[in-house]
C-alpha cells in the first residue's frame, strides 16, 4: 500500500530554514505528482507546493512563493520542501501528499 513518511520539522525562529523530506513507497514514485500541503490551527489543508514526476514542472501557493522550493530525487524515492525566511504563519503540520494519500505529517513551528 502507499506509505509516505515526512520528517524534518521543528521549532525555528523567524527568518530560519528547514528542510522537510518525505519518503515514498507502496507506488510507482518516478511516474506520480507530488504535493506538500500543510494545515494550520483549527484551519483546513492548504497546497503549499507542487511538482511533477519528472521534476520539471513546480508550482508554489502565494505566500510561500520565494521562500520554498519543492525537490525530488527519484533514485531515492524521495520528496522534499526547502523552507527559508519562515515566518511565524507558517507554522503547521506538513504533509507530503499523492493523489488521496498522505503521511503523518511533520509539525513546523516558527517562534517570532
Known amino acids: 500500500q502507499v506509505q509516505l513518511v515526512e520528517s524534518g520539522g521543528g521549532l525555528v525562529q523567524s527568518g530560519g530554514s528547514l528542510r522537510l523530506s518525505c519518503v515514498a513507497s507502496g507506488f510507482t514514485f518516478n511516474l506520480a505528482d507530488m504535493n506538500w500541503v500543510r494545515q494550520a490551527p483549527g484551519k483546513g489543508l492548504e497546497g503549499v507546493a507542487f511538482?511533477?514526476?519528472?521534476?520539471?514542472?513546480?508550482s508554489y501557493a502565494d505566500s510561500v512563493k520565494g521562500r520554498f522550493t519543492i525537490s525530488r530525487d527519484n533514485a531515492k524515492r524521495t520528496l522534499y520542501l526547502q523552507m527559508d525566511s519562515l515566518k511565524p504563519e507558517d507554522t503547521a503540520i506538513y504533509y507530503c501528499?499523492?493523489?488521496?494519500?498522505r503521511g503523518q505529517g511533520t509539525q513546523v513551528t516558527v517562534s517570532s
Open positions: 501528499n499523492q493523489g488521496s494519500a
Open positions: 511538482i511533477s514526476s519528472g521534476g520539471k514542472y513546480t
